[in-house]
C-alpha cells in the first residue's frame, strides 16, 4: 500500500480526531449505539490529551501525505499490562492500515517489554474483531456499558464508603492484586489526585474495595459484589458516558437493572499474554 507509518505530530490531531469521529460514527449508525466519540470536539481532545500524556505512545499511518488511521499504545508505571486504544481508521479506506498500526503497536509493547496487551472491542464491529483475533487477541470478558443519571442512594451507611488516600494505596494494591494478578497503583494514585476515587471501609476498619473513580476511565475492584455496589451506589457522580461491568457478573447486571441503570452498549475485553481470570468482583476501564 506504500504506507508511511511515523508518531502522530501536534499538528496531526485536527485529522486525527476527526477521522476517530467518523470512524466511530459510522459504526454507532450502523448498529443503533451511541457513539463512543459524540463529537468532532469531543475526538480532537481526546487526542490532543493523550499526545501530552508521555505514558502515551500515537502512532499514525498516511500514504501520499494522507493521514488515514491513528492508534495508542498506553503504559502504566509499576504494571506488566499495557492497553491499546483507540484504533481508528477512516470508514473510506479499503483495508490493511488497522493491521499496520496494530503490528506497530504490539511492536512497541515487545520493544518495552510488555508481555501483556489488552483493549476493550466493540462486537459489532466485526472487521475489528476479526483484526485482533488475527494480531493473537483472545476474547475473554463479554462488557457492558451501563449508565444512569442521577446514581440511586443506597441503604448502606455512607461512612461505609468514604474518599480514598494515598495512604489507602497499598491495601488497594493488594486487593487488586488478589484479583487480577497485577496491582493498578498508579492510575488509583492519579484517581486519588483527582479526588474521584472512594475506598469501602468493612466492620472491622479495613479496606474491602476501592474504585478509582466509577466511570469510562475508571476502574473497581471489591470482595463482594455488595460492597461493588456500595461503590458504585455512593458514587456522587458518574464520569464520562458510563462505566462497564462484566456480562458474567449477573447478580450486578440484575441489581443496576433494578436500579433502573440502562445498557449503552456491548464490549469485549480481549488480551495478548498471560491472563489470570478475576477472582473476584470487579468494573475494568476502558483501557482494560
Known sequence: MGLTIRSIEESDVETCGKIGFQAHKALSLAHGYPSEQPSIEFAVGMIKSLLVNPYSIGTLAEQEGRILGSIFLHLFPQCPVAAIGPLTVDPSVKGGVGRALMDTALGEARKRDYEQVRLVQSPSHLRSLALYTK???????????????????????????????????????????????FSRAWELSQAIDQRVATVNIDSSGSISGYAAGIGFLGHAVAKTNEVLKALIANSSTILGPGFFVPGRNSDLIRWLLDAEFRIVWPANLMTIGNYQDPSGPFIPSIAY
Open 135 to 181: 494480531c493473537g487477541f483472545t476474547l475473554r470478558e463479554p462488557l457492558f456499558l451501563v449508565h444512569r443519571n442521577p446514581v440511586p442512594n443506597t441503604t448502606r451507611e455512607k461512612n461505609d464508603i468514604r474518599t480514598a488516600e494515598p495512604e489507602d494505596i497499598s491495601a488497594c494494591n493488594e486487593i487488586c492484586l488478589s484479583i487480577h494478578g
